[in-house]
């Protein structure tokens, strides 16, 4: 009996995990940049959750469980302790509040115009860690601001203000600079100009 | 300068993060001011871009299958171990069929009904209570593909008193699913679908007794789909709605 508990709930986890693979391995590239310490990434988050399934809350949402397990395995790798050294992922915005988005340009035109597809890609690869995976979670994995909160682990408060700097930094990055004539202004890996 | 006050929350608009009575009010405006409208446009068109440049990255289909063996292969018993067990499996199969089938059947469709109505009630708390909205079942039917693992079809509603508001993803005891909100006669009645065999528990399709819930409330299996239909609508709008389902599937 034991046996088949263990395979109903391995068959419970695979239906529920399988379905998310690609989108887990699409996220887990922006995040490390890179393909390998993606793999490694997610397969490392695959252990994990199937070893915690048990603690699993019933009824609650798996998928911010498990970006939730994805992100926070990425932030005590190597790769995401040298991230979080330069970009404080937990810092209070809160008190900030969302920044007016105010648009006098129309950066979004202006890299439709271009047909920036690669231009897009790179912004969004240059944007600081903790700018990157809420952007992606909101727009790509279309989760709603609840999820987003679960999965990190922040106030919704905090998702939205957070979100609002991140398009207004990509927005930013893609406006062409007079100074520039090669392409947009592209801080990466810190935080200045947030 | 009025405006300003509008833009600031354009991006908590388009994400659909904005209370229903706000929406309204903000759909008003966009249709009215030009501003603001264009600027609506050129942030749609952004978040669009960024859907399709976000998925860049796609396994190959080594890790995939490496993944498989490496994470998720099922535990294996020996031949021995296998008769025991099925001995033993079998007894108790014997004797709890005849003690308890009935009783645990029925109180694990009152659990998942417990639940349900908790998520009806949530849901409709909530301030974004779907998260595609269209009363176009075409729309709102491919929404769901790629998020919960199977399809569904859903009812025409011309010539009925129906009317589709939208749906979200929802999960019942860790199974994913879809959550659809219908109205009828400023009644919000909730149907949810799920995949029979991913649930935990076996559920008969006999729905609580009137009083047990706040809500009429109809189930059913079909096609290896769960359904549940649960509002306070009249019994016969519930049941009305349930048909529908039941055609279309």
Sequence with gaps: ?????????????EELAIPLFDQLYNFAHWLTQNREEAEDLVQETYVKALKGFSSFQLGTN???WIYRILRNTFLTSRKGLKVTMTVPLDFDEEDEGPEPAIERDTPETLLLARSSHELLQKAIDELPVHFREILLLCEVEEMS???ISETLAVPIGTVMS??????????????PHPQQETGPQITRGTNHGL | MVCESWKAKLDTYLDGEIPEQEMRTFDAHLRNCPSCSADALSRVQLK????VAGRRFTPSADFRKRLQQSVLPKPRRSFHMGLTLAAAAALVLVVGTFTSHYLGNRSGTDQAFSEIADLHVATLASSSPVDVISTDRHTVKPWFQGKIPFAFNL????NTEFSLLGGRMTYLEQTPGAHLIYDVRKHHISVFIFQERSLPTRLSDNAPQPGQLSFNTET???GGLRYFVIGDASAADIDGLAKLFRTAS
């Design chain 1, 1 to 13: 009996m034991a046996l088949s508990g263990a395979n109903l709930q391995l068959d419970s986890f």
């Design chain 1, 62 to 64: 798996f998928r911010a």
């Design chain 1, 145 to 147: 601001y609840q999820e």
């Design chain 1, 162 to 175: 957070r979100l609002s700097r991140a398009r207004q930094t990509l927005r930013n990055q893609l406006r």
């Design chain 2, 48 to 51: 669009r871009a960024i859907q």
């Design chain 2, 155 to 158: 009812p025409e509603l011309q």
């Design chain 2, 220 to 222: 059913w299996s079909q």
